[in-house]
């Protein structure tokens, strides 16, 4: 799919803290997606990383620091400006839309499009290009509540696809999903050459298609860099409290996480 000549953006995070009910979630971020570069959140669960991704498609304002899109502040764009450049796919699965799962996709043509007016030729295009690059255009038709949680994650991927974002933010977009399907829509996201900023739970998921890692535990980054740098049987212990032996896997070349049993 081209991106219709869509740059990747660039984010850029400094300072970034949040405070949610009286608690500090998210202390003094720094974080960094160049253009085009897939990037991954990983951390034990209540970390902040969810709080973290908020504050990057804007549904929490960060209490410090700043949140910039190609050097502009996230928070003073109109929301249209917003959905033109920003993409994301959260844990909640969207409300139950009573639509057909090619009207749930055409949601992401929105931003594009003046307010009523109807889907042309591209859009429609556009929508089963979308459907087709998840491996759901076999749904098309369906009514959106009746799919599973694993059809219904890749619905809303396809919406965000639809709607040509520069950055794409992902919020577990494997969650619910079988093995083949989790290898699939992380190879189709990877393909687009979009910006992405990933919250992913699977250290080896991650290893293979992140350019990047940043480690958040504690509301804090307490390390990133490339897989292989970051996922070490030293910072597993300390982070994940897991036993683990890591090795370069000869065929992926990626870190490849072997979790121990407790002794």
Not at 18 to 43: H, K, M, N, S, Y
Not at 185 to 209: E, K, Y
Not at 235 to 251: G, I, N, S
Request: net charge negative; charged share 20%.
């Amino acid at each position: 799919m081209s991106h219709h000549g869509v740059h990747p953006a660039s984010l850029s995070l400094r300072g970034v803290g949040c405070r949610v009910e009286g608690t500090d979630l998210v202390r003094d971020v720094d974080l960094d997606v160049a253009p085009g570069e897939f990037v991954g959140v990983i951390g034990p669960n209540g970390a902040g990383k969810s709080t973290l991704l908020r504050t990057v498609h804007r549904t929490l304002r960060p209490r410090t620091g700043s949140v910039r899109i190609d050097g502009e502040d996230l928070w003073a764009l109109s929301q249209r400006a917003l959905a033109r450049r920003v993409a994301a796919v959260l844990q909640e699965n969207g409300a139950d839309f009573e639509l057909t799962v090619d009207e749930v996709v055409a949601m992401g043509r929105a931003p594009h499009k003046r307010a009523f007016s109807p889907d042309n030729d591209d859009d429609r295009r556009l929508v089963m290009t979308s459907l087709e690059l998840v491996g759901a255009a076999h749904l098309a038709a369906r009514s959106y509540p009746t799919l599973s949680g694993g059809e219904r994650q890749r619905v809303l991927l396809a919406r965000a696809l639809a709607q040509e974002p520069a950055l794409l933010v992902l919020d577990e977009p494997t969650n619910h999903l079988d093995i083949a399907h989790q290898l699939d829509v992380l190879a189709v996201v990877r393909r687009l050459g979009t910006s992405v900023l990933a919250v992913l739970h699977d250290l080896n998921l991650a290893a293979l298609f992140c350019d990047r890692l940043y480690v958040v535990d504690h509301g804090r980054v307490v390390a990133a860099g490339t897989p292989a740098a970051v996922l070490t049987p030293d910072l597993l212990a300390e982070v994940y409290r897991v036993q683990a032996d890591v090795t370069l896997h000869p065929l992926t070349g990626a870190p490849n996480v072997v979790l121990l049993p407790p002794r």
